[in-house]
Nanobody, 125 residues
Framework: QVQLVESGGGLVQAGGSLRLSCAASGLSFSRYSMGWFRQAPGKEREFVAGIEVSGTITDYAGTVKGRFTISRDNAKNTMYLQMNSLKPGDTAVYYC??????????????????WGQGTQVTVSS
């Protein structure tokens, strides 16, 4: 049974930083591309960042490029999202997910299979 558990969310002032983690179990983590998505109240779930199996290929939404960094540690079955220069517009529940294609970073939620329960990130102005 695949389980993804996000952690690291919280309340931070604009300009601050947070590091999210996604701990995976019940799967061969190194065989899955991974992604971060977020969903704000009243809005659709949107792609934030993705990473393929080796960590060599990454992709970011334009709104976070240059501020967020995705990474993974296959030995620890864990993916990370370092978020810097946070803005109030980054406020959302952040989810991690397993990709359906190992070597491709998808940007649509339909390209991902298993999802975590989410972690709340709130950025105050």
């Amino acid at each position: 049974q695949v389980q993804l558990v996000e952690s690291g969310g919280g309340l931070v002032q604009a300009g601050g930083s947070l590091r999210l983690s996604c701990a995976a179990s019940g799967l061969s983590f190194s065989r899955y591309s991974m992604g971060w998505f977020r969903q704000a109240p009243g809005k659709e779930r949107e792609f934030v960042a993705g990473i393929e199996v080796s960590g060599t290929i990454t992709d970011y939404a334009g709104t976070v490029k240059g501020r967020f960094t995705i990474s993974r540690d296959n030995a620890k079955n864990t993916m990370y999202l370092q978020m810097n220069s946070l803005k109030p517009g980054d406020t959302a529940v952040y989810y991690c997910a397993t990709g359906r294609s190992p070597f491709r970073v998808g940007i649509s939620p339909t390209e991902y299979g298993s999802w975590g329960q989410g972690t709340q990130v709130t950025v105050s102005s």
